[in-house]
């Protein structure tokens, strides 16, 4: 199996994980809680034994890069008001009902709502910013599906971004 079939699970294990993250204030020492937390999610993912290891390294990589970042720390601070993480809404679209998790959302000290995507895959090849860039055009449609939703529910301000802990990349806009 490629690291890149484990990028997936590791999305969903990360974002479990650091749920915890944003709620609490977490120091890097802290990461070996989230290690058996990522253990035991990844084998109930069927992910194979002998794979455990490198996707928990790619795991620990990612919330360690987020905690070192100031952006990750900005990002996953309990300070902010109307906060979650793992989120679920469902509202309706073209005819049916259209369920979504949002990874990280919250009001800033400004009273913009914010709804975050976290991307924990690597990036080899070109240049990181012209990668960047088409993750946004990939991943656009996807958050402002879950801004549509929020804009509902209430009247603010909404801004939209992608956060690459592992590259310290982040692209934003607003909706």
């Given at each position: 199996?490629?690291?890149?079939?484990?990028?997936?699970?590791?999305?969903?294990?990360?974002?479990s994980?650091?749920?915890?993250?944003?709620?609490?204030?977490?120091?890097?020492?802290?990461?070996?809680?989230?290690?058996?937390?990522?253990?035991?999610?990844?084998?109930?993912?069927?992910?194979?034994?002998g794979?455990?290891?490198?996707a928990?390294?790619?795991?620990?990589?990612?919330?360690?890069?987020?905690?070192?970042?100031?952006?990750?720390?900005w990002?996953?601070?309990?300070?902010?008001?109307?906060?979650?993480?793992?989120?679920?809404?469902?509202?309706?679209?073209?005819?049916?009902?259209?369920?979504?998790?949002?990874?990280?959302?919250?009001?800033?000290?400004?009273?913009?709502?914010w709804?975050?995507?976290?991307?924990?895959?690597?990036?080899?090849?070109?240049?990181?910013?012209?990668?960047?860039?088409?993750?946004?055009?990939?991943?656009?449609?996807?958050?402002?599906?879950?801004?549509?939703?929020?804009?509902?529910?209430?009247?603010?301000?909404?801004?939209?971004?992608?956060?690459?802990?592992?590259l310290?990349?982040?692209?934003?806009?607003?909706?």
């Open positions: 199996m490629q690291i890149c079939l484990l990028l997936k699970p590791m999305d969903s294990i990360f974002d994980t650091y749920q915890t993250v944003g709620i609490d204030h977490v120091e890097s020492g802290d990461l070996r809680r989230f290690e058996q937390i990522g253990r035991k999610m990844l084998a109930r993912l069927g992910v194979p034994v794979r455990i290891k490198v928990l390294e790619e795991i620990d990589a990612a919330l360690q890069a987020a905690l070192e970042d100031e952006r990750g720390r990002i996953l601070s309990g300070l902010h008001e109307k906060a979650d993480c793992e989120l679920a809404l469902s509202g309706k679209r073209d005819g049916g009902i259209d369920h979504m998790v949002i990874d990280r959302t919250f009001v800033d000290e400004h009273g913009t709502r709804i975050i995507d976290f991307k924990t895959g690597a990036h080899t090849g070109g240049g990181v910013d012209e990668f960047l860039d088409r993750e946004q055009e990939r991943y656009r449609q996807q958050l402002e599906r879950y801004a549509v939703i929020m804009s509902k529910m209430e009247e603010r301000p909404i801004r939209l971004g992608l956060y690459f802990p592992l310290g990349g982040w692209r934003e806009w607003s909706f």
